[in-house]
């Protein structure tokens, strides 16, 4: 198996492919993917679809584990209000933020339903509605019990059920491992493909999306994800007796520590009145262990009715970093978040699509070029800042300056004005507006977009993502060429997270088929987080 290492994947690098490696990769036409019916729109917080007439804003509470929320107002097929989703009935673990949220654990990637049909085994990507079924192709039974069974599609991708006696508990316990039929090896002419830290191109099967599942729940919806990722590096998950997640772990790769998070749900319910509390098997709260340290990241009050109302991040203040108010039918009217910003929303009749209105500072216009743009969108390397920007030394202050652009949403979204910078990312960047392929605009600049990984991996477009990603690795950068205007160095786990929202939510979204891109988010986002490091860009410049 061949390990990942620094050169590997991602916008923060700056390593080309070798000779040999151009040479070895498979060069192929790669078609656009197809785009997804209906039109999308902003509004606010969330993004509107025509298509299924709904309005969605997602949540991210704990960037280490990706840890989120999804909020999700539907159009009624009898003409009644519009009204909020809940999770399925089988999928309890999914619906312990409240009735009117879906949880999104590891970024929404264990949101999958798996089935036995007969000769079949049917996977349903929940956040999306669509489904891959696997057909047997063989089976070997094993004399004491048990055996392997293996299901494929026409595409390559495949299930291996594998079936063992287990002597302590007197049962038969099945596991499953899919792996979807991606090739990453193949690219169009020019772009980059997966290499190691000597150039050469990463063995294709290692870098498929790979799930393993075990039925971890009761009832008759059993099984869960409890392993995502892919022969390289994978994210493994624990569930309680009630088939809830209590814990994700990260293995340690690089300089990258292994880390643990815990989910921890509350036993009783302290809310009442209009005094905000626990509430019975809500999540109560959200740790994060590192190394020899261990802090909580999120923590959680609903009222008295169950609605989350607030999350608190206590390791950084003991005022609420986000809150929430719901109308009569417990659709989102006020948010103000790291994730989403503050807006008012207000829904008219049976429409889904609200009408946002910024509560608070006003909000830059999406788009409109701003004073020290790049002037286009080749322009790479520019001047760097002037001498008197630069105070002296690292920076290692872990407030970010401008103090009001603390949120990494607030530089990469720009969502305040004045959030906006060159940055130090091998050579000096002057930044601009990119648009995703849902039209959602984001900042970057103008680099080598998704370095040593494919730009458009299958046909979807991750370009304006990786250099938005660039821009964040570059916030970081300055600090460490002691230039005054930075994003904090404890903000990386925030680009990267930032950084796997914009592929999930606002790339993905726009395609056909959303379940395989939102696959390769998790991939390139896992590998960010092991082996970006801004200082490389930093020391470079």
């Known amino acids: 198996m061949t390990a990942l290492s620094l050169a590997l994947l991602m916008p923060q690098q700056s390593m080309a492919l070798t000779t040999a490696a151009q040479a070895s990769a498979t060069t192929a036409e790669v078609p656009d993917q197809p785009l997804a019916e209906g039109t999308l729109s902003t509004i606010g917080p969330g993004l509107y679809s025509t298509a299924d007439k709904t309005f969605q804003v997602d949540e991210n509470d704990v960037d280490a584990a990706l840890i989120g929320r999804r909020h999700t107002v539907a159009e009624q097929l009898d003409g009644s209000l519009a009204k909020p989703e809940s999770a399925p009935a089988t999928r309890p673990e999914m619906g312990v933020f409240g009735p009117n949220w879906e949880a999104e654990f590891v970024g929404g990637q264990l949101n999958r339903k798996l089935e036995q049909q007969g000769d079949k085994i049917v996977v349903t990507d929940l956040g999306v509605d669509e489904k891959i079924t696997y057909a047997l192709k063989s089976s070997i039974d094993y004399p004491d019990g048990g055996g392997v069974k293996k299901y494929a599609t026409a595409d390559g991708s495949e299930v291996t059920a594998t079936s063992k006696w287990n002597d302590a508990t007197g049962t038969l316990v099945t596991t499953m491992v899919e792996v979807l039929g991606v090739d990453l090896s193949t690219v169009a002419a020019g772009d980059d493909t997966f290499t190691d830290a000597a150039g ?33 590096y994978a994210t493994t998950v624990q569930y309680d007796a009630k088939g809830r997640v209590f814990k994700v772990s990260t293995p340690a790769a690089g300089e990258k520590l292994a880390t643990s998070t815990s989910v921890t749900y509350a036993d009783t319910t302290t809310a009442a009145g209009t005094s905000f509390g626990d509430y019975t098997g809500r999540v109560k709260q959200i740790s994060v262990t590192e190394g020899a340290t261990t802090q909580t990241l999120a923590r959680y009050a609903y009222d008295s009715s169950g609605l989350l109302r607030t999350v608190t991040n206590p390791s950084e203040a003991a005022e609420p970093a986000a809150t929430y108010a719901y109308d009569g039918v417990n659709r989102l009217i006020d948010i103000n978040s790291p994730s ?74 720009y969502w ?100 395989t891109c939102r696959s390769l988010a998790n991939t390139y986002y896992a590998a960010v987080t092991v082996f970006g490091r801004a200082k490389n860009g930093a020391n470079a410049t």
């Open 200 to 232: 050469n191109p990463i063995p294709a099967a290692d870098l498929k999306p790979t799930y393993k599942w075990q039925q971890a729940a009761t009832g008759t919806d059993r099984w869960r994800v409890t392993s995502v990722g892919n022969n390289t």
């Open 340 to 413: 989403s910003g503050s807006w008012d929303l207000s829904f008219a009749g049976n429409s889904a699509a609200p009408t946002a209105t910024v509560d608070g500072e006003a909000v830059p216009t999406p788009g409109v070029p701003v004073e020290g743009d790049a002037p286009d969108d080749t322009t790479g390397v520019t001047d760097p800042p002037p001498a008197a920007d630069f105070p002296g030394g690292e920076i290692t202050d872990p407030t970010s300056y401008p103090s009001k652009c603390s949120w990494a949403r607030h530089w990469l979204y």
């Open 416 to 515: 305040k004005t004045g959030c906006t910078s060159k940055v130090a990312h091998y050579g000096w960047h002057s930044p601009k507006w990119k648009k995703t392929p849902t039209g959602y605009w984001v900042r970057g600049i103008n680099h080598d977009h998704c370095t040593t990984a494919p730009d458009k991996p299958l046909g979807y477009n991750f370009i304006p993502a990786c250099d938005m990603h660039d821009y964040g690795y570059g916030l970081i950068g300055n600090t460490y060429k002691g230039y005054k205007y930075y994003l904090s160095r404890n903000k990386g786990l925030a680009v990267d997270a930032v950084f796997y929202s914009t592929l999930y939510w606002k790339t993905c979204s726009a395609y056909f088929w959303k379940s």
